[in-house]
Nanobody
Framework: QVQLVESGGGLVQAGGSLRLSCATS????????MGWYRQGPGKQRELVAT???????NYADSVKGRFTISSGNAKNTVYLQMNSLKPEDTAVYYC??????????WGQGTQVTVSS
């Protein structure tokens, strides 16, 4: 069974930084795309950033220049370095992994709270 486990969320003051991690277990194949999504209070889930197996990255306009997504040395791991955090970044952050055959999986989410 494929499982994704996120870590690194927490409470931080505006202007601070956090680094989220996502590790995958239960699968041998390498990912096609991994990414981070978030869902703020009363909002729909939205894309934050993705990275392809070739290393191509994609960011939401709201986080460009502040967040950096990267893949780890361990298979099917991904990180999100978040700098210059703003109160509007407050959300539950979810990790997603997609494989070339179409299957995709989600983590349970990690809470990020940015105080003003």
């Amino acid at each position: 069974q494929v499982q994704l486990v996120e870590s690194g969320g927490g409470l931080v003051q505006a202007g601070g930084s956090l680094r989220l991690s996502c590790a995958t277990s239960g699968v041998i194949s390498s990912f096609n795309v991994m990414g981070w999504y978030r869902q703020g209070p009363g909002k729909q889930r939205e894309l934050v950033a993705t990275i392809s197996s070739a290393g191509r990255t994609n960011y939401a306009d709201s986080v460009k220049g502040r967040f950096t997504i990267s893949s780890g040395n361990a298979k099917n791991t991904v990180y999100l370095q978040m700098n210059s955090l703003k109160p509007e970044d407050t959300a539950v952050y979810y990790c997603n992994i997609r494989f070339s055959w179409g299957a995709d999986y989600w983590g349970q989410g990690t809470q990020v709270t940015v105080s003003s």
